[in-house]
């Protein structure tokens, strides 16, 4: 179920990906609103595989707060880094 509300996030801003083309007051709150709506469903899709950890400050921040261990921030860290090298490869090929 979760994977299916984490597609149907993504498959609304794709789809109103068109409507921001048509520069109107409305776009500038379309390209602030899309990606935080993307980012919010995927965050509560994904929270009890990941934690929510999808940037790196918020694992340092549960670093902080004694949340987390020391290894267990060392490996969110590197596969942090490694997913953001996947998507800009992935990017870069498009």
């Known amino acids: 179920m979760q994977w299916l509300v984490l597609f149907a996030a ?3 801003v794709a789809l109103a990906f068109p409507v921001v083309l048509a520069v109107t007051p409305s776009t500038f709150i379309f390209i602030g609103a899309l990606p935080a709506a993307a980012i919010f469903f995927s965050i509560i899709s994904l929270e009890d595989l990941t934690g929510a950890h999808f940037n790196p400050a918020v694992s340092l921040g549960a670093l902080a707060a004694g949340k987390i261990g020391w290894g267990r ?3 969110y860290l590197l596969f942090q880094i490694i997913g953001g090298i996947l998507g800009a490869l992935i990017l870069w090929g498009i």
């Open 10 to 12: 993504w498959a609304v």
């Open 73 to 75: 921030w060392a490996w």
